[in-house]
């Protein structure tokens, strides 16, 4: 008979493999994912898709000037880029936690920071040449003036090619 202490030991092990699994997966769809996009030269597909830019757009440049210590630029890129790692965190945490009421918390916190990046990208597109958005109109140095625009759907630009 197994004793009480044995299972939860081996349900840990079982628990932190299963992790490095998942970690090892969603690294392997992301390097792949990269590499399509790159070889396929999309960018964004939500903007190919829809021709205006998703609700993380500028989060890359965002991240590369906060690397280069920009923090003006960086949050003029994108104004909660900070949020991800976060974010991230509590998706992880959220599978070991026992409680509900500790995981309803997360589920909580989780929905309210994608609440919070659905409201900045609807004040984003409504008003396209936001760079200045937290610098009340004044753009940092090296941002582009206007880092949101809209644009055709790549697949509306490639059917119009083959329809002319």
Same mark, same amino acid.
């Given at each position: 008979m197994r004793s009480?202490?044995?299972s939860q030991a081996r349900s840990k092990t079982r628990g932190t493999a299963g992790l490095f699994r998942r970690a090892l997966l969603f690294a392997a769809i992301l390097a792949l994912s990269c590499l399509v996009l790159y070889v396929t030269g999309i960018g964004c597909p939500f903007r190919a898709l829809t021709g205006? #830019?998703? #609700? @993380?757009?500028? =989060?890359?440049? !965002? $991240? +590369? !000037? *906060? &690397? @280069? +210590?920009? $923090?003006? !630029? *960086? +949050? *003029?890129?994108? #104004? +909660? &880029? $900070? =949020?991800?790692p976060p974010m991230f965190a509590l998706a992880c945490a959220r599978d070991y936690v026992t409680t509900t009421r500790t995981r309803k918390t997360i589920d909580a916190a989780l929905v309210a920071i994608c609440l919070l990046l659905v409201a900045v990208w609807a004040i984003r597109l409504v008003n396209p040449a936001d760079a200045g958005l937290l610098f009340g109109g004044h753009v940092p140095v090296g941002v582009p003036a206007d880092i949101i625009y809209l644009e055709q759907p790549r697949w509306l630009i490639i059917l119009r090619s083959y329809l002319s």
């Amino acid at each position: 008979m197994r004793s009480n202490s044995d299972s939860q030991a081996r349900s840990k092990t079982r628990g932190t493999a299963g992790l490095f699994r998942r970690a090892l997966l969603f690294a392997a769809i992301l390097a792949l994912s990269c590499l399509v996009l790159y070889v396929t030269g999309i960018g964004c597909p939500f903007r190919a898709l829809t021709g205006i #830019p998703c #609700p @993380g757009c500028g =989060m890359t440049r !965002a $991240w +590369l !000037a *906060a &690397f @280069g +210590l920009d $923090w003006r !630029a *960086a +949050l *003029a890129y994108h #104004p +909660l &880029f $900070w =949020m991800v790692p976060p974010m991230f965190a509590l998706a992880c945490a959220r599978d070991y936690v026992t409680t509900t009421r500790t995981r309803k918390t997360i589920d909580a916190a989780l929905v309210a920071i994608c609440l919070l990046l659905v409201a900045v990208w609807a004040i984003r597109l409504v008003n396209p040449a936001d760079a200045g958005l937290l610098f009340g109109g004044h753009v940092p140095v090296g941002v582009p003036a206007d880092i949101i625009y809209l644009e055709q759907p790549r697949w509306l630009i490639i059917l119009r090619s083959y329809l002319s």
